[in-house]
């Protein structure tokens, strides 16, 4: 290889140069020590070791661990040539006096690029050039390093130099603090000099001293213009230009060529651009190990041994890396909780699965359990869950929603208040003071609780909002204590700053802060660092989002490596215990059905108060939603809202209770008084009549009879009746009317209603409108005379006003219905059960 070479030939210079000593007393010998040739002979030895690092790649800790002797170019003397070599990087840096207008010193730069990228361990050296005054153009022959990935394009507007700067300040500050980890060096080479603030800051960077990893050329310095004083820079060896063309060079710091400050006492001519062909195979050479090392792959993230860490001090996971280095965020006393931001597409639900992954590939399930939430369309956590396509789930999962409600939201909360407070008391109750400590016979894993989209929780600004609000500063002030650990994302925080004053006390317990692209909000005002970003990449910051904070890291994007993903998924759940549940899943755009109900499908002739189905309540476990139909005036059923699911909830109630009893043990008279529900209302008698009920159907004023006849009297022998009314509107005319005893059939409709569960008569009836159900029962103020509602799609506040409930939270909208109970207070959302079929759409058909 030609650098090989290049440096080949200036070991060989050096040691001729030896033989000459006259010369070499005068030039070589007097870089390291004067007067001591020893020392000469130890800088040969580093130079030979360079030129061997080109093909032998040695360790970059090895390669680093002092100055690099370097070579600028070639000494004259009366005795002959021999090279002159400077001291960079390890505190040292370089100033040549003229900058890279002038084509010598745009050649010298070049070849110092050329050089230090050749000689140094494949990806240990960054180079970041600046060339304002030639646009870039003193670069344009090093074109195919920049193509290959293996130098930035040149900075060339005050703002890309800032830029650089700060990039280069953030380095030597992580550097400086760095314990572990291998070096790495970041080379700026300044082709000119920039101006005012941007000066000092580079001046700065000079005086960070050896642990910084940073080493400075600067072209121009010190800068011509009279009358300022520039700043000055620390640890540099000055070059200087003469109008012959050759160069002077000062005495390097810590090794001086001279005894009196002169400098090297003999001209030295630049060495001038490297050769062509080494440019091009040095750019193959690092652009394949850019490309190795830029495609982060997502097994990057699993470690070596599954489920082989304890939580007991926290969690940790690698979520990607900076520059070579694996970059690792944890869960524990320091960073309990997480806060990502990203606008839509920015890689979120990628940066999710890579955490979620890494975690569950680390710790057991007895170490670590995954509550998983997602508010938005879509299929973040999909893969977390049992599908018809693949059985496997991940162990770890307890609860997962997908296009969760809000009111799920707030049932996982309290669900993990509760655990909370369990794990409270339990460490109450051992006296101990960390989960680490309580007995090991039971497992107590770590929780992490991510809720994707976040903010939709807080939307509405109302009781479930202030739930959500006071649920979460509950969970995000305590929860480091108990193990459980929040992650919330989102892709806006301004509408949630807005709303609540509360938001310093929540997000104030919220140290790691990650940003994707767009997801600036997350950091402090001050700090932009993630406008810029690409995507796959993103701003973690462990100091609430303090620009100083700020690293960069890439992470791998799962999606790409569905492969590996899914097998490491097969993994761990091949590896789970025997018996272990999978997770209590909610999918928010899934209808319910009765029919697959766990309690529907339990149900025994024989209990001893039947129960009435009605749907699936929206929390963690979907619990069915029933109500008790006992003794107790009042227990009828009312299913309210002009959407035909109403004809289906009636269906399912009717056919639950027809379960509980042996046939003969209660009669079911089946009233289809509207033709939008007579397809149901037969479906519901063949299904009666198949499991050997006795059935009848009523009309309207057949309806009237039977009310007449089960308000003056017991029911006709023993057992239950149930009176099913589908579309009680439909018969309210005829029910309005009187009789000859000026009797109407509402009366008896309200005497059945007060009279009726005592002799095992209950009234199952689907109103279309609110205001039908009040006037039929004779004014809202009876309203505990059907106790329990399901309010299909009817308007929050006309409920409430219903029910006599000032700030009742409910919006109507497809496929969900509240739930009330009006003797044990119960006010639930839930999926309604609908008859598969007559599912209704967002617009209520
Ligand atoms: N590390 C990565 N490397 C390359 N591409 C990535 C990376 N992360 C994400 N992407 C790509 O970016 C796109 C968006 O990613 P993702 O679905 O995670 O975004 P999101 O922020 O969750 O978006 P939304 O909020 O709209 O769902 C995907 O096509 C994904 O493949």
Not at 99 to 107: E, F, H, K, L, P
Not at 532 to 550: E, K, Q, R, T, V
Not at 781 to 793: E, G, K, M
Request: proline letters at 7%; a negative charge.
């Amino acid at each position: 290889m030609g650098l090989a070479a290049t440096f080949g030939r200036a070991v060989a210079a050096h040691r001729q140069a030896r033989a000459h000593l006259d010369a070499a007393r005068y030039g070589l010998a007097e870089i390291q020590a004067p007067a001591d040739s020893g020392e000469a002979a130890g800088i040969v030895d580093r130079l030979r070791r360079i030129g061997e690092a080109v093909s032998a790649e040695p360790e970059p800790a090895q390669f680093f661990a002092g100055p690099l002797p370097v070579r600028l170019g070639v000494a004259t003397t009366m005795d002959g040539e021999f090279p002159a070599v400077v001291p960079l990087h390890g505190g040292t840096h370089l100033a040549i006096d003229t900058d890279a207008r002038d084509r010598r010193v745009a050649a010298l730069l070049r070849t110092l690029v050329v050089r230090l990228l050749a000689a140094a361990p494949a990806g240990s050296v960054r180079v970041s050039v600046l060339d304002a005054a030639a646009l870039g153009a003193t670069f344009l022959p090093l074109r195919a390093l920049v193509d290959a990935g293996a130098l930035p394009p040149p900075a060339t507007t005050e703002a890309e130099i800032a830029a650089r700067l700060d990039e280069a300040e953030r380095h030597a500050r992580a550097a400086q603090q760095a314990t572990t980890g291998t070096p790495e060096l970041l080379l700026l080479v300044a082709a000119s000099l920039p101006d005012g603030r941007d000066l000092a800051r580079l001046a700065a960077l000079t005086h960070a001293g050896p642990t910084a990893g940073v080493c400075v050329i600067a072209a121009g310095y010190p800068p011509r213009s009279a009358g300022l004083t520039p700043p000055p820079l620390g640890g540099t060896t000055g070059v200087r230009l003469d109008h012959q063309g050759y160069a002077w060079i000062g005495d390097p710091p810590g090794h001086p060529f001279s005894s009196d400050g002169s400098g090297l006492a003999a001209p030295v001519r630049l060495d001038g651009d490297p050769p062509a062909g080494g440019v091009a195979a040095l750019a193959d050479r690092l652009g394949e190990v850019h490309r190795r090392e830029s495609t982060l792959d997502f097994t990057d993230l699993l470690p070596a041994r599954p489920w082989a860490e304890s939580s007991g001090n926290g969690l940790r996971a690698v979520i990607g890396r900076s520059g070579r280095e694996p970059v690792i965020c944890a869960f524990d006393d320091q960073t309990p909780h997480w806060l990502v931001g990203g606008r839509t597409g920015a890689g979120k639900t990628v940066f999710l699965l890579d955490v979620l992954y890494g975690l569950a590939a680390r710790y057991s399930p007895d170490e670590l359990s995954l509550y998983l939430l997602d508010f938005k369309e879509g299929v973040s956590f999909t893969e977390f869950v049992p599908t018809g396509r693949d059985p496997s789930w991940i162990p770890h999962a307890r609860a997962v929603g997908i296009e969760s409600d809000r009111e799920y939201g707030v049932a996982v909360l309290r669900e993990l208040r509760r655990e909370l407070n369990r794990r409270a008391s339990a460490l109450k109750r051992h006296g101990v003071t960390k989960l680490s400590d309580l007995p090991r016979d039971k497992p107590v894993p770590r929780i992490v609780a991510v809720i994707d989209e976040f903010h939709v929780l807080f939307a509405g600004n109302d009781a479930v909002a202030r739930e959500a609000v006071t649920l979460l500063e509950e969970l995000a002030r305590k929860g480091r204590s108990y193990g459980i650990h929040l992650v919330l994302a989102s892709q806006s925080m301004t509408g949630i700053e807005a709303l609540y004053g509360k938001t310093d006390s929540i997000f104030g317990q919220f140290p790691l802060r990650v940003a994707l692209p767009g997801g600036g909000g997350v950091l402090d005002t001050l700090n932009d660092a993630a406008g810029a970003l690409p995507i796959g990449s993103a701003i973690i910051n462990p100091a609430a989002g303090l620009a100083a904070a700020n690293s960069v890291v890439r992470f791998p994007d799962a999606h790409a490596s569905a492969a590996e993903v899914a097998q490491l998924r097969h993994e761990l759940w091949q590896a789970r215990k025997p018996g272990s549940r999978p997770p209590a899943v909610f999918k928010g755009y899934e209808s319910a059905h009765v029919e697959d109900d766990p309690t529907y499908r339990g149900l025994v002739p024989g209990g001893r108060r039947p129960l009435a189905l009605v749907g699936r309540t929206v929390d963690v476990d979907l619990t069915s939603a029933l109500f008790p139909l006992d003794a107790t005036p009042g227990r009828h059923l009312a299913v309210v809202g002009t959407s035909p699911v109403g004809a289906s909830v009636l269906h399912a109630a009717t056919i639950s209770l027809a379960r509980q009893h042996p046939p003969g043990s209660a009669r079911f008279l089946i009233a289809p008084l509207v033709a939008v529900a007579d397809e149901i209302a037969d479906a519901t008698m063949a299904e009666l009549a198949e499991a050997g009920h006795p059935v009848s159907r009523l009309d309207a004023a057949g309806l009237r009879d039977e009310l007449r006849k089960l308000s003056g009297q017991p029911a006709d022998g023993p057992g239950r009746t149930f009176l099913v009314g589908y579309g009680m509107d439909g018969a309210s005319g005829i029910l309005s009317a009187r009789d000859e005893n000026y009797k109407s059939g509402l009366d008896d409709l309200q005497a059945v209603l007060r009279q009726g569960p005592a002799y095992g008569v209950h009234l199952l009836g689907w109103w279309r409108g609110l205001r039908r159900l009040s006037d039929d029962i004779g004014g809202s103020s009876n309203r505990d005379d059907i106790a329990c509602l399901v309010a299909l799609n009817v308007p929050g506040g006309e409920l409430g006003m219903y029910l006599g409930v000032t700030d009742l939270a409910y919006t109507p909208r497809a496929n969900r219905a509240l739930l009330v109970d009006r003797h044990d207070q119960r006010t639930r959302l839930i999926v309604p059960f609908v008859r598969p079929g007559y599912e209704e759409d967002d617009e209520g058909h």
